[in-house]
């Protein structure tokens, strides 16, 4: 048996999580800096408790709200410029995956201010410690709050990449389900079918031990339920399951967490990329030819999926699909083998191997 895990990361959960945290929150300083996009912080009411309970503790606070959608380097930067300027001591990220992504680039910018925007990827190994950082979920799908893993998208080359090292662990993760009922369905299914598709892509991955194998079939148990049912209407989850969604995209954060994720989420980087997909939609758009490769590479690990879900194949690729419900055919895939052709860790742990032929054809067949 192998549980081999690393997450430094405290974590709060449940209903007035964030008032439990308090005095841990208080513990990293006097100053600090809310970095959240544009207004799902203040709809989900997560804002608003976060300046009451600075102000309780006497904490000094500016908001950086200029996060978009797959956190541009440059505005990462301009957070952890204005944090320097400010005295931060610490940051807060409130929202779903990109302002928790940002922060961690944020706070590794302040820490570290002779670092240019795009220059994080080559100098991550020598930076020094980013400022500590609290991480509020708004959103039930990246898991972003319990993750080594920030996922920035270059200023220049406009291309997703992620900087993955122990300093870009949160310090503490709020996580309260009800922050998130405020997300649309449009959100709502889309980090659903992230969560899922982390969730499955650990459990596939050569790299799963009994750890991450305990955390991902919880995740994969508690969202095949959720997708089912968003499946069969176009109404929102209740509380009940909003709280079950939630807590599945943690279980699969903390899945990823150890083995990382396999090739649909390097592909699908091109979907988000070049036709604005968003990216869990972008990664499940994959989903199917990823199955279709486990069940040739190792039949037992699809058979033991489909056991766990209670479900047939064609059930399961056609929820997904449905759900997905992405059709592009990319006519330049060919454009992309260089990139492909780098050594990936995503393909090396995807089962059999993954390979820039495969990525190509994986473009060049309408989803």
């Given at each position: 048996m192998k549980i081999n895990g690393y997450m430094p990361v405290k974590i709060f959960s449940g209903a007035d999580a964030?008032?439990?945290?308090?005095?841990?929150?208080?513990?990293?300083?006097?100053?600090?800096?809310?970095?959240?996009?544009?207004?799902?912080?203040?709809?989900s009411g997560a804002l608003d408790d976060c300046v009451r309970l600075l102000a309780q503790y006497g904490i000094g606070y500016r908001v950086f709200d200029g996060i978009g959608q797959n956190p541009l380097t440059t505005d990462c930067h301009a957070a952890g410029r204005g944090a320097l300027r400010f005295g931060a001591?610490?940051?807060?990220?409130?929202?779903?995956?990109?302002p928790l992504d940002a922060v961690k680039a944020a706070a590794l910018y302040a820490a570290n201010p002779d670092v240019s925007a795009d220059g994080v990827y080559a100098a991550l190994p020598?930076?020094?410690?980013?400022?500590?950082?609290?991480?509020?979920?708004?959103?039930a799908g990246t898991g972003s709050e319990v993750t080594g893993v920030s996922v920035l998208t270059h200023s220049v080359t406009g291309r997703k990449k992620s900087i993955s090292?122990?300093?870009?662990?949160?310090?503490?993760?709020?996580?309260?389900?009800?922050?998130?009922?405020?997300?649309?369905?449009?959100?709502?299914?889309?980090?659903?079918?992230?969560?899922?598709?982390?969730?499955?892509?650990?459990?596939?991955?050569?790299?799963?031990?009994?750890?991450?194998?305990?955390?991902?079939?919880?995740?994969?148990?508690?969202?095949?339920?959720?997708?089912?049912?968003?499946?069969?209407?176009?109404?929102?989850?209740?509380?009940?399951?909003?709280?079950?969604l939630y807590y599945g995209s943690i279980y699969a954060g903390l899945a990823i967490n150890i083995t990382g994720t396999l090739f649909p989420h390097t592909v699908g980087y091109v979907l988000t990329e070049a036709y604005g997909v968003p990216h869990g939609r972008a990664c499940?758009?994959?989903?199917?030819?990823?199955?279709?490769?486990?069940?040739?590479?190792?039949?037992?690990?699809?058979?033991?999926?489909?056991?766990?879900?209670?479900?047939?194949?064609?059930?399961?690729?056609?929820?997904?699909?449905?759900?997905?419900?992405?059709?592009?055919?990319?006519?330049?895939?060919?454009?992309?083998?260089?990139?492909?052709?780098?050594?990936?860790?995503?393909?090396?742990?995807?089962?059999?191997?993954?390979?820039?032929?495969?990525?190509?054809?994986?473009?060049?067949?309408?989803?």
């Open positions: 964030l008032t439990d945290a308090g005095a841990d929150i208080a513990s990293l300083g006097k100053r600090c800096l809310i970095v959240t996009g544009s207004s799902s912080a203040k709809k001591d610490f940051l807060i990220g409130i929202g779903g995956g990109s020598t930076m020094s410690k980013p400022l500590p950082t609290v991480l509020i979920g708004t959103t090292r122990p300093l870009c662990y949160g310090t503490i993760a709020v996580c309260d389900p009800k922050y998130t009922y405020s997300a649309p369905r449009s959100v709502t299914v889309s980090c659903a079918l992230d969560a899922f598709a982390h969730a499955a892509e650990s459990f596939f991955s050569l790299k799963a031990n009994d750890l991450s194998l305990l955390y991902a079939g919880s995740a994969l148990g508690i969202l095949w339920n959720e997708l089912k049912a968003l499946n069969a209407s176009d109404a929102l989850p209740d509380e009940e399951a909003r709280e079950k499940t758009a994959f989903f199917a030819p990823l199955y279709e490769k486990c069940e040739a590479v190792c039949p037992q690990k699809t058979a033991a999926l489909l056991s766990l879900l209670d479900t047939e194949k064609t059930e399961l690729l056609s929820v997904i699909a449905a759900l997905t419900d992405v059709h592009i055919r990319v006519p330049d895939a060919e454009k992309y083998r260089e990139r492909f052709s780098a050594k990936i860790r995503n393909f090396d742990n995807t089962p059999g191997g993954f390979t820039a032929d495969e990525a190509v054809a994986c473009l060049n067949s309408e989803m």
